[in-house]
């Protein structure tokens, strides 16, 4: 039997019983796999941790896009860094705001390989209202805050802040979303584990809140990530993130597909435990201790 192994801490993991392996190679940017797995069907790792499954990969993006989405009075342009599996893309598509959205991964054999093993994902690479772009996010940022350009929710699907992705997490990034959201959008970054990595978690938060008006976490439960219960921050200028602003009529309308958010699980995201609140609002020690082997970056 051949088992995969993803480790959560230095002592703690998710093992996948593989069936088959598609792919393993190494990128200049990183190593992918994709197999298949008992239980959680096709896999997508980077970097020797878990991207993608088929079984839990709707509750992350439905996560990821629809608060911000949803709060945000009139989405029109969204940006998307990272998020070259398309499942993000594919959440943001199901708004009829949306007039564009642009995708900008840094790893072009990532959209190959979700364009092959992903295709339910993978179609909204082209729908006619999609962008996507292989490029750095740090530098595409830049150069659209120079130009000028404007998007409405920018939305950070990145891969945890090692290799390339590191510069994602970083002051000098969430400053030019800050530019690029000029003033009223929304810009919400992955935020990693409440479970393992408070740690990181504080370190986001407090970086958002030294740059942007309102900083709302909220958080939900992704099965395949260290813990099972992942962070997300609404960082914002304009409209902050809160239950009051989820709109009954705009989630009925997103049809019957989604498979994680409905009305009342989207007011309920923002009610985080005791030990979060106490971490976020005083920072110092977390308890439980953060079991986080990588320290922040910056
Ligand atoms: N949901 C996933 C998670 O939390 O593990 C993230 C999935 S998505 C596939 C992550 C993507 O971020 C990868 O495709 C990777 O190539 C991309 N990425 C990493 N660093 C990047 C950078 N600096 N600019 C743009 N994309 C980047």
Redesign the pocket.
Same mark, same amino acid.
């Given at each position: 039997v051949l088992r995969y192994l993803d480790p959560w801490t230095a002592h703690t993991g998710l093992t996948y019983t593989v069936t088959r392996v598609y792919e393993s190679i190494e990128t200049p940017? /990183?190593r992918i796999e994709v197999f298949e797995a008992e239980d959680f069907g096709t896999v997508?790792a980077?970097g020797g #941790?878990?991207?993608?499954t088929d079984r839990d990969e709707s509750a992350?993006h439905e996560l990821l896009a629809h608060p911000p989405l949803l709060c945000h009075p009139n989405p029109r342009r969204v940006l998307i !860094?990272? @998020?070259?599996?398309g499942g993000t893309l594919r959440e943001v598509l199901r708004h009829p705001t949306v007039e564009e959205a642009v995708l #900008?991964? !840094? *790893?072009g054999e #990532?959209i190959r390989c979700a364009r092959q093993y992903f295709p339910k994902l993978a179609a909204a690479f082209d729908h006619p209202r999609a962008r996507v772009l292989v *490029?750095? @996010? =740090?530098a595409y940022v830049e150069r659209a805050a120079a130009a000028g350009e404007r998007f409405d929710v920018v939305l950070v699907?990145?891969?945890?802040p090692v *290799?390339?992705?590191v510069? =994602?997490f970083t002051e000098k990034f969430y400053r030019s979303c800050k530019a690029v959201l000029g003033g009223t959008g929304v810009l919400v970054p /992955?935020s990693d584990s409440l479970t393992f990595c408070m740690e990181r978690v504080v370190d986001i938060h407090r970086k958002l809140a030294g740059i942007f008006g309102a900083v709302t976490p909220y958080a939900g439960h992704c099965l395949t990530?260290p813990g099972g219960y992942w962070a997300f921050m609404g960082a914002t200028d304009g409209v902050a993130l809160a239950p009051g602003r989820v709109d009954a009529a705009r989630v009925a309308a997103l049809g019957d597909d989604l498979r994680y958010v409905n009305e009342p699980l989207l007011r309920a995201l923002f009610a985080l435990p005791q030990y979060v609140v106490r971490a976020l609002a005083g920072g110092g020690p977390t308890d439980p201790p953060s079991l986080c082997d990588r320290p922040p970056v910056d």
């Amino acid at each position: 039997v051949l088992r995969y192994l993803d480790p959560w801490t230095a002592h703690t993991g998710l093992t996948y019983t593989v069936t088959r392996v598609y792919e393993s190679i190494e990128t200049p940017f /990183q190593r992918i796999e994709v197999f298949e797995a008992e239980d959680f069907g096709t896999v997508l790792a980077l970097g020797g #941790v878990t991207n993608v499954t088929d079984r839990d990969e709707s509750a992350y993006h439905e996560l990821l896009a629809h608060p911000p989405l949803l709060c945000h009075p009139n989405p029109r342009r969204v940006l998307i !860094i990272g @998020g070259g599996d398309g499942g993000t893309l594919r959440e943001v598509l199901r708004h009829p705001t949306v007039e564009e959205a642009v995708l #900008v991964d !840094i *790893d072009g054999e #990532v959209i190959r390989c979700a364009r092959q093993y992903f295709p339910k994902l993978a179609a909204a690479f082209d729908h006619p209202r999609a962008r996507v772009l292989v *490029d750095d @996010g =740090l530098a595409y940022v830049e150069r659209a805050a120079a130009a000028g350009e404007r998007f409405d929710v920018v939305l950070v699907d990145s891969t945890d802040p090692v *290799d390339a992705a590191v510069e =994602l997490f970083t002051e000098k990034f969430y400053r030019s979303c800050k530019a690029v959201l000029g003033g009223t959008g929304v810009l919400v970054p /992955q935020s990693d584990s409440l479970t393992f990595c408070m740690e990181r978690v504080v370190d986001i938060h407090r970086k958002l809140a030294g740059i942007f008006g309102a900083v709302t976490p909220y958080a939900g439960h992704c099965l395949t990530y260290p813990g099972g219960y992942w962070a997300f921050m609404g960082a914002t200028d304009g409209v902050a993130l809160a239950p009051g602003r989820v709109d009954a009529a705009r989630v009925a309308a997103l049809g019957d597909d989604l498979r994680y958010v409905n009305e009342p699980l989207l007011r309920a995201l923002f009610a985080l435990p005791q030990y979060v609140v106490r971490a976020l609002a005083g920072g110092g020690p977390t308890d439980p201790p953060s079991l986080c082997d990588r320290p922040p970056v910056d």
